[in-house]
């Protein structure tokens, strides 16, 4: 099976830094996402890691340890409209379907002026 | 459409009632995928479409619970004499298997069905 772990609930300042970490633990690794869900609706694309290291993606950046079965998802230059469950996803070939992501239970963040 | 569309976005029932939530993916995608979601809890993944290939079912939390998917795309999710556990939002993803605009296999959300069971 596969397991992700991610912190429930996470708090910064606006125009701050913040890192939400993703552990997992799986056979098969295949690449991991991360998305972003607005309260009340649905998740959104935000990133990509298949390999080692960092993708930057304007405020956003997400890395990736494949031996260490880490990533996290930083943001920089806070804004208000950050504030959502940022969601780790897992693809692995020892799903069900090399297709399928294995979801944690999501990171909210919340944003403070 | 341009994105994975669903209805109705709300439903309310009454216990032991069938409820059926109807999914229209992005056209040309091959993956269909249903999760359910409880209030500030994670994505349980429910069942999974892939082309002409017999569905992974292994998400579905009972028997009352079944999912079709008709000519490769549109898909509906039934569920017989809802019980009030079943409430929750239900989202439906839809991928395709090459890369685009975005990598493969990057599921694209519809906004839910947000289903209650008095």
């Known amino acids: 099976g596969q397991n992700i772990d991610q912190p429930t609930e996470m708090t910064a300042t606006e125009g701050a830094i913040v890192q939400i970490n993703c552990t997992y633990q799986?056979?098969?690794?295949?690449?991991l996402f991360w998305y972003q869900q607005h309260a009340g609706e649905a998740p959104t694309f935000l990133s990509y890691?298949?390999?080692?290291g960092l993708e930057e993606k304007g405020r956003f950046s997400s890395f990736l340890s494949r031996s260490k079965g880490y990533s996290y998802l930083l943001l920089k230059e806070l804004q208000m409209k950050d504030s959502a469950s940022y969601l780790c996803?897992?693809?692995?070939?020892?799903?069900?379907?090399?297709?399928?992501?294995?979801f944690g239970s999501g990171t909210q963040l919340t944003v403070l002026p | 459409g341009a994105g994975v569309s669903q209805s109705p976005s709300n439903k309310v029932t009454e216990k032991g009632k069938d409820v059926e939530l109807r999914c229209d993916p992005i056209?040309?995608?091959?993956?269909l995928y249903w999760y359910r979601q409880s209030l500030g809890q994670g994505l349980e993944f429910l069942i999974y479409?892939?082309?002409?290939?017999?569905?992974?079912k292994s998400g579905l939390p009972s028997d009352r619970f079944s999912a079709e998917r008709t000519g490769g795309s549109v898909s509906t999710l039934t569920i017989q004499r809802t019980q009030q556990e079943d409430s929750a939002v239900y989202l439906c993803?839809?991928?395709?298997?090459?890369?685009?605009?975005?990598?493969?296999?990057?599921?694209?959300f519809g906004p839910g069905t947000r289903l209650t069971v008095l």
């Open positions: 799986t056979s098969g690794f295949n690449g």
């Open positions: 890691n298949v390999l080692d």
């Open positions: 993803a839809s991928s395709f298997v090459v890369a685009g605009p975005l990598p493969p296999d990057t599921q694209y």
């Open positions: 996803a897992v693809r692995s070939f020892s799903s069900g379907s090399a297709r399928q992501l294995t």
């Open positions: 479409f892939q082309g002409n290939s017999a569905p992974d």
């Open positions: 056209s040309g995608h091959t993956a």
